[in-house]
């Protein structure tokens, strides 16, 4: 039998937790590990009890949820673990600093139990979970303050039609859309975005949006 997925939950609300933990505990492929109500705790607490993913809320007192996933999974950590984001229905405004910190994505604290353990399981996969629609209204949001002064770059060594699928990206737009919108399969777009990753040693789609909003590549 494959090990169940160990995660570790971290938020200050002792009801979000303990709801999140009931929720995780009832699959057979995944179990809590821990719980804690800040973000220092996060730290030392995946220190010890080596989870394969943080479901971390972003305000908490000692240590906020941005500077935990730093210190879980940002750039340099020797054994990064994977970070699921939960945030309010407004999209918390530290949002994006945590997705550049370096969590695999985020859900809304009012999502469907169902797309809860569906953002745990894709997280552990080592995928990204960054819905099309959240996107959106993220980078709708920080348009103006992620693109760089200096305008569009286009020397980032990608080949036109990588670049094409790289805006489509970061305009919110799943697999599926943008396979209708370039008229290709979905198969190719999963072959162009695995190019574009793996050339601009990028981890996964997450941050890619976030590449293409600060080399100035979406207008």
Request: glycine share 8%; aromatic share 4%.
């Amino acid at each position: 039998m494959t090990a169940p997925i160990r995660v570790l939950v971290c938020d200050d609300q002792a009801l979000i937790r303990t709801g999140f933990a009931t929720i995780i505990d009832a699959q057979p492929d995944l179990e809590t590990v821990g719980e804690c109500g800040d973000g220092r705790a996060a730290v030392d607490l995946a220190a010890r009890v080596h989870p394969d993913v943080v479901v971390m809320d972003v305000r908490m007192p000692v240590l906020d949820g941005i500077e935990a996933t730093r210190l879980l999974a940002g750039a340099g950590v020797a054994h990064p673990v994977k970070v699921l984001v939960v945030t309010t229905f407004n999209l918390d405004e530290y949002v994006y600093e945590a997705l550049r910190a370096g969590a695999s994505g985020f859900l809304l604290k009012d999502a469907p139990p169902a797309q809860l353990l569906h953002g745990i399981r894709t997280v552990a996969t080592g995928a990204a979970l960054l819905a099309p629609e959240v996107t959106r209204q993220l980078v709708g949001r920080y348009a103006a303050r992620i693109r760089p002064a200096e305008g569009t770059r286009e020397d980032v060594g990608l080949a036109p039609r990588e670049l094409e699928v790289l805006r489509l990206i970061a305009n919110g737009l799943s697999n599926a859309e943008i396979a209708a919108t370039l008229v290709i399969s979905q198969e190719t777009v999963k072959t162009y975005v695995s190019r574009i990753l793996t050339k601009l040693d990028l981890r996964d789609r997450v941050q890619a949006v976030v590449y293409a909003y600060r080399s100035g590549l979406v207008i």
